[in-house]
């Protein structure tokens, strides 16, 4: 008797729970086509196999906003340690991506193979940074796989501290940063920074 009473609510709930995903890929409920368009964006600049090999959709962080989605993508290559980045850009609700808005992180593989060595470690690049000079400062330096946006592609950044003060409401700093191709070890640029 019990089980005849709950059977429909039971099937019910079954039914609605198997196709309240129908024709949805991710929490933010982007459609299906428009993440095929985005990975199909993104695979026009790494190549398929590197991006099937080291870029995921990071669902968690992609967003509906308000003309489309804001798409975001893990970057990681597990062998090499350090070397991991986010992808972000934006597509209308079409799926085209929007050009007028920031896409930071994907690495041109294609048009520049030598983009995606990513041959140099994250102890390398400190040895690279000694013999380039770089201050050792007064503590360890912070050494940062990053994306530039003027260059358009990943570096290594190392940053030396040369000059601190902590307050419980202030920090001061300054020193000077490195950027290093991870892919052949050259030296980009230096630069002073300074934080009052």
């Known amino acids: 008797m019990i089980i005849k009473l709950f059977a429909p609510i039971i099937i019910s709930s079954l039914l609605f729970a198997a196709c309240c995903n129908c024709g949805k890929i991710n929490k933010t409920g982007s459609p299906e086509e428009l993440q095929k368009k985005a990975?199909?964006?993104v695979i026009s600049k790494t190549g398929e196999e590197f991006f099937t090999k080291y870029i995921k959709a990071d669902y968690d962080k992609t967003t509906q906003i308000k003309d489309g989605y804001l798409m975001v993508y893990s970057?990681?290559?597990?062998?090499r340690e350090g070397i991991n980045g986010e992808i972000r850009f934006s597509i209308d609700s079409l799926g085209n991506v929007q050009t007028n808005k920031e896409v930071v992180g994907i690495?041109?593989?294609l048009s520049t193979p030598g983009n995606c060595d990513f041959n140099i470690s994250?102890?390398?690049?400190?040895?690279?940074?000694?013999q380039a000079g770089l201050e050792e400062g007064i503590k360890d330096w912070e050494v940062d796989f990053v994306w530039s946006n003027d260059?358009?592609?990943?570096?290594?950044?190392?940053?030396a501290t040369t000059s601190e003060?902590?307050?419980t409401e202030f920090y001061r700093g300054s020193g000077k940063f490195m950027l290093i191709d991870p892919?052949?070890?050259t030296v980009i640029e230096t630069k002073d920074w300074r934080v009052n």
Not at 151 to 159: A, D
Request: net charge positive; glycine share 8%; with cysteine.
């Open 39 to 41: 990975d199909s964006f």
């Open 75 to 79: 970057f990681s290559i597990p062998e």
């Open 107 to 109: 690495p041109d593989c």
């Open 122 to 130: 994250g102890d390398e690049v400190k040895n690279i940074a000694r």
């Open 151 to 159: 260059h358009k592609k990943y570096f290594w950044q190392i940053r």
């Open 165 to 167: 003060t902590k307050g």
């Open 183 to 185: 892919n052949n070890g």
